[in-house]
């Protein structure tokens, strides 16, 4: 009885599912619903009786679409609420109800007008979004100055029901604090991404400019959500091709996709363009040929791109052409190219990554060295691009000595997402706390509170330039990072450089509200898992602030041990340093002394052993191996015992991660599952190769309760990877 029972139960079940299967199939948007493709714009199906409490706040939608940004605005927001709420709102041109949604700007929209609202300081992005009577109903109006501000406060509407916030009583002012938040893609031509981790490029260059990939419009559409307003379409290691009429023309059509959602079309410039492709002899931006050539580049470019955004360059930085290479100074190279675009309202962000061919003083010292003497001598369309960090987008690093340093120039932070020294794609590492420790940090250049951030965003300095740029982690990838949670990195991006000033915990609740679930048992051991990853990263590869010991070219795995080679600050031992007597570059006054960059109240702290924070110890130190540490440990049990952290926490959080299993769709849970175990076999991998490596030195044991490696230093360092992706 009971067994056949249970038989014909199972099977009246799968009959029932499979229905279900079908239905959800014809109804379902997408084929690949839940392999990560719609990033935090999912608009799945709220739980009823949260809907049930918006969809009468909802009710009536006014608002024109009559303009390219003001469709694509309106589309979003009908989609959004459809997905969400089941139903779309009723469209109308006047308040009748309660529940009227009013979207737009003074121009496009008499009820706006008529409320005679305070937009001023909300410039051309802004927005506010408020709770109003109109004509005796409840209303919400999102209003802005100019229709790309309606469509940012668009976005955020929508944020607020994906996140499950109250709509009664609004009053939301935004404007972002930074102008120029733009992608840097390091995408090249055959579509291979330098230090790239989630497929090919998205830009198909041979299919462009006819072949317009509906994922060029969901890319803007995840840009416009959060705020970035340009993109670099190729790498900063530049072909000149880019540049000829062919590729302008399938740029041309990407700006086209990209234009109603806010979004500029910038190009990587190569310094020598005018010989490559222009015939000319030299690239001296001091020859009046050269400079000639780039200003008609100029306006031919502006004609296919009327809106074009301007030009980013690397030049003199690891072997690529530059003022430099004719006795010319970075700020003739950027003046020069910023006369060409200026007509046309262009501007130059000129890298400050650079290191001299020859002389390898403590690369940390170089970028400050070379740039600081020409503060001032830039045109006022120039703004210089500085990393976050004086080396090279380590997992922790000090922030970058020129912020503050340069009171007449403005500067632009830039920022890795991809995670080319984190691990790749299948580490889980949520950079926003990184991000935010960096703009926190405090430059004391002009007395306390002198923080990143408000050089970034100008107002230390009044820069009348600002940006942020990202070195974006996006790919061809169905779920276009590499990995789910790599979406993360993306999204706090352009959170923050909207807003340098916000927190990275709740961005990672946010974000994991609209990409996994809204529920709290849900959010908060995700945002918990997030907010602990960057530093386990930081412990099982470069505890302590050691830095620069992945492998070799490709930047994957361990590889303390690598020497030689054409220049010594492309070794992992020219940055630790360790030998007998202890480990680390000792960057004080006894040292390269590249403290003496920073203002003086923070020299002193960094150049400190004694006041040096220990996350940064072995930045600026050479710490002996018995050096007692905060903890009580001699240095090396602490190495030891943060390597051994990090493998434990990656261990937790891949438990945290079981324990979700059943409350994620199975499709992206089996991958993050997955990928965290790959992360927790490498966090071994680094612990036991860098405690081989570094025990070599210390000729200490290891400290009791502390497994030995796994296998010997000698297995490590034979390990190869020719062919690890992004290189
Ligand atoms: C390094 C990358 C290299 C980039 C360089 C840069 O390894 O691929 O070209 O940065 O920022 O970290 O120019």
New binding site residues.
Partial sequence: MRRAGRRLGLAAVAMVAMVAMVAALSAAPAVHAEDGYDLWLRYVALAPEQAAVYRPQVAQLVMAGDTPTRSVARAELLRGLAGLLGSAPAASDAASADGVVIVGTPASSPLIAAMRLKLQGLGREGYLIRSVDVDGHRATVIAANEDVGALYGTFHFLRLIQTGQPLAALDLRQAPHVQLRVLNHWDNLDRHV??GYAGESIWDWHKLPDYLDPRYTDYARANASIGINGTVLNN??ANALSLTPMYLEKAAALAGVFRPYGIRVYLSARFSAPIEIGGLKTADPLDPQVQRWWRDKADEIYRYIPDFGGFLV?AN??GQPGPQDYGRTHADGANMLADAVKPHGGVVMWRA?VYSHEEPDDRAKQAYSEFVPLDGRFRDNVIVQVKNGAI??QPREPFHPLFGAMPKTPLMMEFQITK?YLGFATHLAYLGPMYQETLDADTQRRGKGSTVAKVVDGSLHGYKLTGMAGVANIGSDRNWSGSQFDQANWYVFGRMAWDPTLNAKPIAEEWARMTFSNDDDVVKPIAEMMMGSREAVVDYMTPLGLHHLMGNGHHYGPGPWVSGGPRADWTSVYYHRANQDGIGFDRSASGSNAVAQYAPPVAREFGDLKRVPEKYLLWFHHVPWDYRMQSGRPLWDELVYRYSHGVDTVRQMGQTWQRLDGRIDPERHAQVATFLSIQEKEAQWWRDASIAYFQTFSQRPLPQGQAPPAHSLEYYEALSFPFAPGH
């Fill in positions: 330098e230090r900063v290691n690397k930085s690891e990554f090279d987008f080319e």
